[in-house]
């Protein structure tokens, strides 16, 4: 069994922001990030409200197909993420996000990557950026989950 | 640690209370070698004897074919390995792609050491293709090694007809009985099983101790080498407070076997309500080729840990999957083996129900399932809505 | 069953009481499995890892490098299977003549497949000469398995010279440590050992658990192949009362270590007043290299069983030669070794004490052998008068 911090079962059992953001007013934008499949098993769908005067984050939304750690650590990312503008997000880290959690076993350090990935992904469709698929990635892919290839895990980790 | 209701039989047993009345003595004072020569350790000797008649009589065997070993894996390394030892000339394996890991890792390394392995195919029910055995096996075949039900989904092979193919062209036949032994009738004598594994913490005996039947004549080679224990068979000193729970808890399964209609009724009264009151649920396995105690129901659109750990929180305790490879993140190689839709593989949970199992903790489970699945289908972005 | 004076510690201990109460709850409501996915199995996982580290400790080694077994053969077989698997090029092994059955049996069978063994000799003393090592050993040398004590006299090897030579050579150093744990003190970080077998049923832990140490960094191969528990190291459901008795035993014999010497000074006593009072006695082994716990003494002219059975119906249990082997006639292939004349071979007692052993006790006995042995020798038609 795994051992989880205290933290993360009390994000698994009650979390914070999780669905969908609807509502939004004048000079508010809504973007949407996603990774991951049914198929692999896991997969974050992440909302975000951005003030696009101010690039601030009013409000972060998670919707998770996923573990316990996947789902701790997204709820954990959308605390995380309100208040920040969008640059300062960008520049969160999976360690910052399982660090929040109080630590998080070995074996699931991915489920905070996947956290950071659905982040780039809203961030970058705010920005209007194109994302570069995760087949374009150097390396083998050892998570089939989400496309983490293991350049990406290391330099994500380390 | 706080009550729980504990529907992972499967993965173990509590120690029934005759159990360990049972073997207390023989943790306390008469540990005394079974192979020393003054009658301290002669009367253990005698206690290991009789456990071995319970067993014997469990299985429909004679005492003789009864060697005690230290688990299940244990037996099923020590069969494959004897079968192969004794026909050092055929190179070819036969078992099914479902196995329990102390089968199927084996066979894998067996594979890397020149043996070609033959994994049988299941199909959505879980149930394999004899048309496909008869087709695989040769004269080159040295055994066919199949379980008698599976551990994830409790179906269970058609045992005898496989055995039958199996002494047909002259392979050996072992069955990794762990999951079937004191849940349906057994009977040596009138089978075409070789070799049997079975193994004591699965059957309200403590762990680490389990039996491989030998069937009389089977040439058989030692797994563990060095003194002359079980007859040569399995070498190292007895594990005689094991052995003797494992004889008495023979002797209670066997007479359980009549009341196992009761835990099936339990089962299916737990899986028809699953089913009624929750949507986007369905059972994995054949519904009838099934274990009575069995039940693997796929929640679609959620994670089976995520399931897991709010049946924790409310004292519950069930499984994805089989323990030892709970601790890795791939999907049950038996669901998958299946060909289930994703959807459903990695929502999967098993409840393995025992004799100790009551109404009441049934009722309770029913009253708080439908919750936790709401609350994680909530979660969920594949939630249909 | 009456009470009996037990000085066969060597074949196996009683279970002492803290142990058993350590266990005892991991028999009745902790009985999960330590890999499931609750928190049932879970609590239970942690009491595995308090064992394990209270078996490191007394090792002197650290918790990853401890692998739970089911007994000591178990351990002797794996590790020496592992080394041999480690080097697939290297056919070569040197161990010793007077090894218990399982190793030597595992090495006879290993020469059958090919592999070149040496048994180094041993002298009248039961002490192996370095010079005879040194010149056997060479690049091809796979594995040097060498027991720490005999478990038939106590003679004690110079393991870490011999240990020395080995690593010298490259060759992976095994020990069969499971006579001397407890009655000796280990230091794992500053040992040339790689392997190290231990049994729990010699240190007052029940029967049916047992331990290896493998240094980090040694290639492992696993004898039993399954699941991934003791982190892919030995499959099988772990036997969770079994580890915690043995982890409570090795806490009791590192404190115990430092009464070893009043064990010893009982044993002397026994030993010396025997040797005072009966005639045509002599202690096989090295009198002062030896276990403090052991003493196997020649009475001329007499046969062991006869004394075994005398002695047994005074209600003191001893033996002859080892328990597993004495099922069979032969005189032990130990003192054989050490080159004993025929006259002693046949009439040689082991006594072995524990740290339960009392004064009184061995005043008893002091009491009861001569009148037996004068019975026996009065039978003799060798006795010399
Ligand atoms: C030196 C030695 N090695 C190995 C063993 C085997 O241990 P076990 O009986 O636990 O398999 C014994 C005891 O029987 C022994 O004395
Ligand atoms: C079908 C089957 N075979 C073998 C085993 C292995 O038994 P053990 O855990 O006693 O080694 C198990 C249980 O884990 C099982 O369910
Ligand atoms: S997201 Fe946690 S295991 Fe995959
Ligand atoms: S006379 Fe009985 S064993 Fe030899």
Known sequence: MWEYTDKVMEFFYNPRNQGTITEKKEGEKIVTGEV??????????????????????????????????????????????KGKTVDEALKLTNREIAEYLGGLPEEKMHCSVMGQEALEAAVFSYKGIPLATHEEEEGALICKCFGVTDTKIRRIII | MRDCIYLDNNATTQVSEEVLEAMLPYLTQYYGNPSSMHSFGGQVGKAVKTAREQIASLLGAEASEIVFTSCGTEGDNAAIRAALAAQPDKRHIITTAVEHAAVLNLCKLLEKQGYSVTYLSVDSQGLIDLDELEAAITGNTALVSVMYANNETGVIFPIERIGSIAKERGAIFHVDAVQAVGKVPLDMKTSTIDLLTLSGHKIHAPKGIGALYVRRGTIFRPLLIGGHQE??????????????????????????????????????????????????????????????????????????????????????????????????????????????????????IRFSLSRYTTQAEIDRVLEILPTIIDRLRALSPFNSD
């Open chain 1, 36 to 81: 991951g499949s049914i198929a692999c098993g896991d997969a974050l769908r992440l909302h975000l409200k951005v003030d696009e005067a101010t690039q601030i984050i009013l409000d972060a939304r998670f919707q998770t197909f996923g573990c316990a750690s996947a789902i701790a650590s997204s709820s954990a990312l959308t605390e995380l993420l």
């Open chain 2, 231 to 348: 007859r040569g068979r399995r070498a190292g000193t007895e594990n005689v407070p094991g052995i003797v729970a494992l004889g008495k808890a023979a002797e209670l399964a066997e007479s359980h076997l009549i009341n196992v209609g009761l835990e099936q009724q339990l089962r299916d009264y737990l899986e028809q309500t699953i089913l009624a009151i929750i949507p986007d649920t369905a059972v994995n396995g054949h519904p009838l080729q099934r274990l009575p105690n069995t039940s693997n129901i796929g929640f679609k659109y959620i994670e089976g840990e995520a399931i897991l750990l709010s049946l924790d929180q409310h004292g519950i305790c069930a499984s994805s999957g089989s323990a030892c490879t709970s601790g890795s993140l791939e999907p049950s190689h038996v669901l998958r083996s299946m060909g289930l839709p994703y959807s459903v593989l990695h929502g999967s």
